[in-house]
Structure formats: structure tokens, C-alpha cells
DNA sequence: TAGGCCATCTGGTCCT
DNA sequence: AGGACCAGATGGCCTA
């Protein structure tokens, strides 16, 4: 929370820090400007910065107290030996006044540096909104993120090229090639929510959900998991190996709800939040552990406009988080606000049109 | 406590 | 000359 406020608030902070760092070095041009001293970088300072840098910081701690009266004076006492004098540009000792200076160009230096991995990672939060499976409070990592990214650049570029959508199963393992073992879980449960919730709404009531832009073929037979058809399994305990080809719960084979998909060529889309599909409710770790008649996962689900609840949906995943990985990690978020985007996929009868455009 | 992830600082390099 | 970019170091936080 805390660490979020000061996220949100840290830009300004920033900006707020450079201009406290400007004004500092305009005070500082006067405290020069009283001292006879230009307040402007002279070539020494450069040199101090690029060639010298680690010499400015350990000269940074004991010479403050130096006046600048020894600013002119060089460095001569380390050539007063037998050493032979060293060529290149003489070093000037760090004065209290070119210390300032280096430290105001760190400080600069050390601003903008926060700036551009913060417009990094808002770059990186864009991205996760646009990936198959997105949450504001189970972040996929850094890494994670540009590996699913890649999965999810590299299935559509499958879809376009086979000319036809492949199985959920299919789908699901291309997104999560390479990716960990609790991403992948996150992943594939989201996918499968998104099937299960199909489901749900279409079987209890009656909504007419389209799929126009699901990936996804109907899968020629109702798909179950080894695990599931196990008589050793134990619902909701089963992780998601996919590449152990082990899946926990069964791919119905049916399309995963598809939603109003946003305008995507829209300039102005910026991967914002998919509102297809949002999962809200107890689906919560603690909760889940409860019992497992407990089970009952109540989530509302946006679907263009509408908000329904649904009742007793059992999910075959455990409880967790992203961070929480493990062997029985299932890796699947609260899902207060999961996001689901493979239904963003775009629609197969779009692509062969753009195809043969 | 170890490991993963992250933010930040820092110095070096390259570019304009 | 200054900024962008990069990579290493470091410390904090969180989870198993």
C-alpha cells in the first residue's frame, strides 16, 4: 500500500527532487558567484567525472574541508618521488566546491535514472495488461511478463500462419514454453477459468456469450486430465504441469467466453486493463484452504457490460499466489482482479481477412 | 534462513 | 557537456 502510494506519488517527489536540485545549484552558482568562482562546469570537472570518478568519491569523504584557495594547485606531490611524472591532463585536487558539484551531478544523475526505470516499468506494467493473464495484485515478474509476452507474440504468429486456432491445450502450452513453473500454473489457470466460466454462464443462464475473438478451436473431444480421470486425484490439490503434460482439470473443449475486445487500433489504446473478463471474489489462499466443501468460488464476471455472480464454481487449482510457486504452487492469484486476455486473441475470421487483404 | 524479486545507487560508455 | 543506456552492487521485502 505504502510502497504503491509512493509509487504513484514518487514522480512528483522526482520532479519535486530536480527542482530542489536546480535550485540548489543555482544557490550554489551564487555561493560561487561570492567565492569569484564560476558557477559552470569547467573542463577539469568533466574530467573529474569521466576519468576520475571513484578518485572524486574518495576524496569526496576527506576534503570538504579543503579551501578553495588549493583548487589551482596540482597534484604535485605525488610526482615530487622517483616516480616519473605521469602524462595526460594534470588532476586537480577535489575541492570542497567541485565535490558539490560531482555530488549535484550524481544526485541529477541518480534522478533520472529513477525516472527511466520507472517509465520502464510502467512500459512493463503495459505490457502485463496486454499478456493472456493479467492482475493488479499478483504481478507476473519482470521476466515472466517478457517471456509470456513472447509465447503470446509467438501463438498469434502460429494462428496466422496454420490458418487455424489451435486447441486450448495447445494454446496454453505455447503461452507458457519456457515460463516457471507457477507462471505457468497462473497462466493455464486463467485460461481455464476463463473456460470454466464460459461454461457456467452458458449452462446456468443461458447468456449468449460470443467467441469472436478467441484463439481457440473447439477441442475434438471433452479433454481430461490424467490427474482428474486419476483415482488418485484429489480435486483441488492438482497442480498444472503442462510440461509434464499433466493438467489438473479438464479442458471442456469449448471456447473460453470472448468479450467486446477493445479497439486495438485505436492510437489511443494503451493496454489499458481488458475488461472481458474480471474475476472478483474469495478465491483467496486462506479461503481456499478452508475446506473443500468450502470450495465454493463465488466471482462476478464483466462480460460487455454485465456483472453476474456465480455460485459454486469449483476450480481444480489450489490456492496461491504468484510469489508463492512451490511444487503445489498452483500459482493462482486471489483473483480479485484477474484479467484474463487470450480472448483478445484476435478473431480467426480477422485474421484470414487481414491475411488475404 | 535462503532465494527470488525489486528499487536504487553508481560508474562506465556511447551518442548527440 | 550532458543525457541515455547499461550492468554491477547493495539492501529491503516477501515467501517457502
Not at 60 to 75: P, S, T
Not at 191 to 209: I, P, V
Not at 244 to 270: I, K, N, R
Not at 326 to 342: C, K, M, Q, R, T
Amino acid at each position: 500500500m505504502l510502497s504503491r502510494l509512493f509509487s504513484e506519488v514518487l514522480p512528483d517527489v522526482q520532479r519535486l527532487a530536480g527542482d530542489w536540485v536546480e535550485d540548489n545549484e543555482s544557490e550554489e552558482c551564487k555561493a560561487k558567484e561570492d567565492d569569484h568562482e564560476p558557477c559552470h562546469l569547467e573542463d577539469d570537472d568533466l574530467d573529474d567525472a569521466q576519468e576520475g570518478s571513484s578518485r572524486a568519491e574518495s576524496e569526496m569523504a576527506g576534503d570538504d574541508d579543503e579551501d578553495d584557495e588549493a583548487e589551482e594547485e596540482e597534484c604535485g606531490d605525488e610526482n615530487s618521488g622517483d616516480k616519473p611524472k605521469k602524462r595526460g591532463p594534470k588532476k586537480r585536487k577535489m575541492t570542497a566546491a567541485r565535490v558539490e558539484r560531482s555530488k549535484m551531478r550524481r544526485l541529477k544523475a541518480n534522478a533520472r535514472e529513477r525516472t527511466r526505470m520507472h517509465d520502464l516499468n510502467s512500459a512493463l506494467d503495459n505490457l502485463r495488461k496486454v499478456v493472456p493473464c493479467y492482475s493488479k495484485t499478483q504481478k507476473l515478474s519482470k521476466i515472466e511478463t517478457l517471456r509470456l509476452a513472447k509465447n503470446y507474440i509467438l501463438a498469434l504468429g502460429e494462428i496466422l500462419r496454420n490458418g487455424k486456432r489451435p486447441d486450448v491445450v495447445t494454446y496454453v502450452q505455447m503461452l507458457c514454453k519456457g515460463l516457471s513453473q507457477p507462471t505457468t500454473n497462473l497462466v493455464a489457470g486463467c485460461l481455464q477459468l476463463n473456460t470454466r466460466n464460459f461454461l457456467t454462464e452458458q449452462c446456468t443462464d443461458g447468456a449468449r456469450f460470443h467467441m469472436p475473438s478467441s484463439p481457440f478451436s473447439v477441442h475434438p473431444y471433452p479433454y481430461r486430465c490424467s490427474r482428474l480421470s486419476s483415482p488418485h486425484y484429489q480435486p483441488g490439490s492438482g497442480a498444472l504441469n503442462l510440461r509434464g503434460h499433466s493438467y489438473s482439470s479438464g479442458y471442456e473443449g469449448v471456447y473460453p467466453p470472448g468479450a467486446t475486445s477493445p479497439d486495438y487500433s485505436s492510437p489511443d489504446y494503451e493496454g489499458q486493463p481488458s475488461p472481458p473478463v474480471c474475476l472478483n471474489g474469495g478465491l483467496s489462499g486462506k479461503q481456499q484452504e478452508s475446506s473443500e466443501t468450502d470450495r465454493n468460488y463465488h466471482y462476478s464476471m464483466h462480460y460487455s457490460g454485465l456483472t453476474t455472480s456465480r455460485p459454486s464454481h469449483s476450480l481444480p487449482f489450489g490456492p496461491s499466489g504468484a510469489r508463492s510457486g512451490g511444487a503445489h504452487s498452483e500459482n493462482i492469484p486471489p483473483f480479485h482482479d484477474v484479467h484474463l486476455h487470450h480472448d483478445r486473441a484476435p478473431p480467426y475470421e480477422d485474421l484470414n481477412a487481414f491475411f488475404h487483404n
